[in-house]
């Protein structure tokens, strides 16, 4: 049976459960449930349900005054068609867009892309939030014909964040031949309490200190550009403190580090894709 005759037959029955006036909602496909990060808009019911690792475009901002443009996001994606289950209650395209926002605002994530609702268009909104030692991706796309209920597609996807453990030895020659080094530390989105591979991290640079007793360091945080730049500055600020105290407690003595903050204010790659973004969020150990 293809797509195009199941929607119809769908359609069919809602049509036919809305004339009779039953308000009733169809169970969900076999194996099918919400997304872990998002759940479903009150009284609608899943349609169609895929999950397996793919590639799917988002759409992101373009250019100043430009069309918007797209980034495919690999990972393990979860996409879902949902219906509204009542002609009578069923909310606004808007409605949708702005509750997914906010449930992802509410996990400390941000708006990558808007399109609002208008005429003849249900609107679109992309948006990315770091939750679990991964890059979580969204998409949001409302339909506004279909009837009796309408209904719309969310697309989730996971990205394995970047992670980075390296050794004393690897940190010693950055630092003799370059001067510095990025670490690429992962941490919850808006949060800077260490993750593991931050604390093997942290290992190495303190036995990099205990085998250079004449070695100073500044720990300097760095953000992408998604929040804004306050915010971004003092997030990045207290990741790298976040840092220095783990050094410290490993039993290098204060004076040898210093902490600073730099936000979005020295990227290292194009912030418009995420290889980039990812790029940015790092912190540095510069040599003093």
Do not use: C
């Amino acid at each position: 049976m293809t797509r195009r005759i199941r929607d119809a037959l769908r359609l069919l029955a809602l049509a036919a459960v809305a004339a009779s006036g039953v308000a009733q909602t169809p169970p969900d496909p076999p194996g099918a449930g919400d997304h872990p990060l998002l759940s479903r808009y009150p009284g609608s019911y899943i349609a169609e349900y895929v999950r397996n690792f793919d590639a799917v475009e988002m759409t992101v901002p373009g250019r100043a005054g430009g069309e918007p443009g797209k980034e495919r996001v690999e990972g393990d994606a979860t996409t879902i068609r949902y219906f509204h289950g009542s002609p009578d209650r069923q909310p606004s395209a808007l409605q949708v867009i702005r509750n997914v926002q906010n449930a992802i605002r509410s996990l400390g994530g941000a708006v990558v892309y808007e399109r609002l609702p208008r005429e003849g268009d249900g609107g679109e909104t992309t948006l990315r939030v770091s939750t679990g030692g991964k890059d979580v991706w969204v998409r949001v796309i409302p339909d506004i014909f279909g009837a009796p209920t309408q209904s719309y597609q969310l697309a989730v996807v996971e990205v394995a964040a970047m992670a980075q453990v390296v050794t004393a030895n690897q940190l010693a020659d950055d630092l003799r031949q370059r001067g510095f080094v990025a670490l690429y530390v992962n941490f919850d989105t808006g949060k800077w309490e260490l993750k593991p591979d931050g604390v093997a991290s942290v290992r190495e640079i303190v036995a990099l200190l205990k085998a250079d007793p004449a070695l100073k360091l500044a720990v300097e945080g760095h953000t992408d550009n998604v929040g804004t730049p306050a915010a971004n500055k003092t997030l990045s600020a207290n990741r790298a403190n976040a840092v220095m105290r783990a050094v410290v407690a490993g039993g290098i003595a204060a004076n040898r580090l210093t902490a600073a903050g730099f936000g979005q204010e020295r990227p290292v790659a194009d912030n418009r894709s995420e290889e980039g973004r990812a790029k940015n969020r790092r912190v540095e150990l510069v040599k003093r």
